[in-house]
Nanobody
Framework: QVQFVESGGGLVQPGGSLRLSCVAS????????MAWYRQAPGKQREAVAS???????GYVDSVKGRFTISRDNAKNTVYLQMNSLKPEDTAKYYCNGAVRTQGGRLEVWGQGTLVTVSS
């Protein structure tokens, strides 16, 4: 079985920083495009950042210049560095991506990690 496990969430003051990690486990041959999503209560889940297997990145406008997505293929890990955090960034953050396993390509979601930005 392939699993994504997020970590790094918590309580941070406005203007602070957090670094989220997503570790993929299982028998994985290749990790393709990976993305971070977030969902706040009463709102639909939105894509925050994505990174392709060749390193191309994309961000939702609200986090451009503040968040950075990166990956370490050797560790099967994707990161989201979040700087200059705002209260509106408060949400549960999820890791998502497509992987290649013995059975073919699969889309996988993590369980999420909570980020709370508050004084």
């Amino acid at each position: 079985q392939v699993q994504f496990v997020e970590s790094g969430g918590g309580l941070v003051q406005p203007g602070g920083s957090l670094r989220l990690s997503c570790v993929a486990s299982g028998t994985i041959f290749t990790i393709y495009t990976m993305a971070w999503y977030r969902q706040a209560p009463g709102k639909q889940r939105e894509a925050v950042a994505s990174i392709t297997n060749d390193g191309s990145t994309g961000y939702v406008d609200s986090v451009k210049g503040r968040f950075t997505i990166s990956r370490d293929n050797a560790k099967n890990t994707v990161y989201l560095q979040m700087n200059s955090l705002k209260p509106e960034d408060t949400a549960k953050y999820y890791c998502n991506g497509a992987v290649r396993t013995q059975g073919g390509r699969l889309e996988v979601w993590g369980q999420g990690t909570l980020v709370t930005v508050s004084s």
